[in-house]
């Protein structure tokens, strides 16, 4: 439901239009990354387009995430493990576009 949702994601869903605009934000970017990356295990030539794409918005939500935290003291649970996460997931994909092996640049 739309109260369950923008709980989880700390904040509150006043109307239909927050409810459509927080499934988007809080969605829809990661089912593109999904789509992305599935697409790249499928065609080998795609690895190092989506490497690089994870590299960059891991790295985007991670620092801003991390900023934002800071700035207004709101570390939690969630947020810490988001941040681990994003922040994770980026340093990987920074680690595997650095290889240069044919897994990667196929």
Do not use: H, K, Q
């Not at 989880?8 to 990661?30: K, M, V």
């Not at 089912?31 to 697409?39: E, S």
């Not at 985007?60 to 939690?76: K, M, N, P, W, Y």
């Not at 680690?95 to 044919?102: G, I, P, S, V, Y």
Request: proline share 3%; hydrophobic share 50%.
């Amino acid at each position: 439901t739309r109260g369950a949702r923008a709980g989880a994601a700390g904040g509150s869903a006043p109307g239909a239009r927050a409810a459509t605009e927080g499934g988007a934000r809080y969605g829809g970017l990661e089912a593109a990354m999904g789509v992305r990356a599935g697409l790249a295990f499928a065609r080998p030539s795609l690895r190092r387009p989506a490497l690089v794409m994870l590299l960059v918005l891991c790295t985007g939500l991670g620092v801003s995430r991390l900023l934002g935290a800071t700035l207004d003291a709101g570390f939690s649970a969630y947020t810490n493990g988001a941040i681990v996460f994003e922040l994770g997931s980026a340093a990987i994909a920074a680690w595997l576009l650095a290889r240069r092996d044919a897994a990667v640049s196929a």
